[in-house]
């Protein structure tokens, strides 16, 4: 069974640091996908990787992906109010197309 | 242009009531899941559906819950003799090849 470990769950920082999520996940895969959610609402698509050392960055966020470690990392650059939300990763295993999703890092940045 | 739709977007229901929750996908997306988000189980894949194929139902917790796509477009889950435990967010994604696209969700609580 793939299971899907974030962390930390909770993060609380402030505006203009730095810090990184770190997504592990249990099972062969090279896809891994990151997306956002603000309280009440949907999700919302952040990164998509698709193969072993795929790299995509968007303003504040750059997303990475090590197949090998099993391991996906979101780095926030320069944090400010407006990327407060619940952060999540998720992974479709080789078998099968459905996504299993982290627990999700909930971010607080202060001011 | 339009993204995925869903309907009703608040439902609350009586213990043992039948429910259905429909979606509607993004025009020419092939794929489409089911997940559910709550508090304590976060978010689960229920059922996915490819083209013609026949869905794969792994996910669904229970012979209570159904769903169907009719036409590769519109589906349906359906959840019969409604519990308390299935109280929770239903979200519908579609999708053309790899990245899933989520609709706003479906509140359902079941008194």
């Known amino acids: 069974e793939l299971k899907v470990e974030q962390n930390p769950l909770f993060l609380s920082m402030q505006e203009g640091k730095n810090y990184t999520i770190y997504c592990n996940y249990s099972?062969?895969?090279?896809?891994l996908y990151w997306y956002r959610q603000d309280p009440g609402k949907s999700l919302e698509s952040l990164f998509v990787?698709?193969?072993?050392?795929a790299v995509k960055q968007e303003g504040r966020l750059m997303a990475s992906l090590d197949t090998k470690a099993r391991l996906s990392t979101l780095h926030i650059t320069a944090a400010v109010h407006d990327l407060s939300a619940t952060y999540f990763c998720?992974?479709?295993?080789?078998?099968?197309?459905?996504?299993?999703f982290g627990s999700g890092t909930q971010l607080t940045v202060l001011p | 242009g339009a993204g995925v739709s869903q309907s009703p977007s608040n439902k609350v229901t009586e213990k043992g009531k039948d429910v259905e929750l429909r979606c509607d996908p993004i025009?020419?997306?092939?794929?489409l899941y089911w997940y559910r988000q709550s508090l304590g189980q976060g978010l689960e894949f229920l059922i996915y559906?490819?083209?013609?194929?026949?869905?794969?139902k792994s996910g669904l917790p229970s012979d209570r819950f159904s769903a169907e796509r009719t036409g590769g477009s519109v589906s349906t889950l359906t959840i019969q003799r409604t519990q308390q435990e299935d109280s929770a967010v239903y979200l519908c994604?579609?999708?053309?090849?790899?990245?899933?696209?989520f609709g706003p969700g479906t509140r359902l609580t079941v008194l």
């Open positions: 994604a579609s999708s053309p090849h790899n990245e899933q696209f």
């Open positions: 099972t062969t895969s090279d896809r």
């Open positions: 990787l698709l193969s072993n050392g």
């Open positions: 998720a992974v479709e295993p080789g078998s099968a197309r459905q996504l299993t």
């Open positions: 025009s020419g997306h092939t794929a």
């Open positions: 559906f490819q083209g013609n194929s026949a869905p794969d």
